[in-house]
């Protein structure tokens, strides 16, 4: 990881609030290639804000109008009646806004300390669990219903969309054939445990060839644990070793990870769902992965929420497995 690293792109993930704190989530893609969360207060933005017009008074128009290029943060209207999650997130929508441009205002900004100081990770953004209480509002990204304008929107956590590799065929939950097309979208309800989200507690340079280099905070896929102390994972198109040590639970991003993260500014796919599912080796293209062994109904059941657990007891013939 050679030379510093310096946000290139970011995108407004969630709202994250308690009862006493009002968080906003941004996926944040680096310069390296990694990407991470960071979970900041709006008093936090507005102390940035005013940090970049003390420290770039010229690009801050403070010496001459003409010359400001640092964009205004916004606010959401008081007028307005959106309730305390209303206002956040258009707070977050217009904070998503404003740190994208940001970023396309110029290096001497762009890639300044103060900026890239205040996306680097801190202890908020490397808990390996929210708060007890946290609510986590997800905007929307469809397009709007017709209403007054920045009208805040809602919308639900839904399954994460991943696409099959190749043919595959099982059985369901009551036993019937399950079969799966190549390139199929299919919905996710549980993760197998062996692609676990972890995340670096603090950065790491690997020394030998079979060992990754990974910047703090950055998201890592788990693909085996041992009690030697070195984990397999997954980051970066790569797959290598990591110490165990460095790594623990992604808390924000195992409830945030989506098809909708990590875009980049050209609208493209999203870059850990596509680019980085699968590691770029040359048995990849050789070698199917592994499936790995289908677990007991009752170990899914006991998994599963309690919608879920519902679904699961419609069946055609009105006879589930309960």
């Not at 770039?56 to 999650?85: C, M, N, Y």
């Not at 079979?210 to 997954?234: F, K, N, Y």
């Not at 293209?285 to 007991?296: G, Y």
């Not at 919608?307 to 497995?321: K, V």
Request: proline letters at 10%; a positive charge; one cysteine or more.
């Amino acid at each position: 990881m050679a030379g510093p690293r310096h946000p290139v792109f970011v995108s407004g993930a969630a709202l994250v609030q308690t009862e006493k704190l009002q968080t906003f989530a941004f996926s944040v893609h680096w310069s390296d290639d990694s990407d991470t969360f960071a979970r900041r207060s709006w008093d936090q933005f507005r102390k940035l804000h005013k940090t970049l017009k003390e420290t770039f008074p010229v690009e801050a128009g403070l010496l001459q109008r003409s010359d400001r290029i640092l964009p205004k943060l916004p606010d959401a209207s008081l007028l307005a009646h959106w309730g305390r999650t209303g206002r956040g997130l258009v707070r977050l929508r217009l904070l998503e806004t404003y740190l994208r441009a940001l970023l396309v205002v110029g290096e001497r900004l762009s890639r300044s300390p103060v900026l890239t100081g205040f996306f680097a990770p801190q202890p908020l953004d490397l808990e390996p669990a929210l708060p007890p209480g946290s609510l986590v509002i997800l905007p929307a990204r469809e397009e709007p219903l017709p209403g007054p304008r920045d009208s805040p929107a809602s919308c639900s956590l839904g399954a994460p969309s991943l696409r099959c590799l190749q043919p595959f065929s099982t059985q369901d939950a009551w036993g019937q054939p399950f079969q799966a097309r190549a390139q199929e979208a299919l919905n996710v309800l549980l993760r197998h445990p062996s692609g676990s989200q972890f995340c670096a507690s603090r950065a790491f340079e690997g020394s030998q060839a079979d060992e990754l280099s990974v910047p703090a905070g950055a998201h890592v896929c788990v693909l085996e644990t041992s009690d030697r102390g070195w984990w397999l994972c997954r980051f970066g198109g790569r797959t290598g070793l990591l110490p165990a040590t460095i790594l623990q639970p992604d808390g924000l991003g195992t409830v945030l990870s989506g098809p909708w993260l990590h875009l980049g500014a050209d609208g493209g796919e999203d870059r850990e769902g596509e680019a980085r599912n699968f590691p770029k080796c040359p048995q990849a293209k050789t070698l199917p992965p592994t499936v790995p062994a289908r677990p007991p109904l009752s170990a899914i059941q006991s998994r599963c929420c309690t919608i879920t657990r519902r679904a699961l007891r419609r069946d055609p013939e009105g006879q589930g497995p309960f």
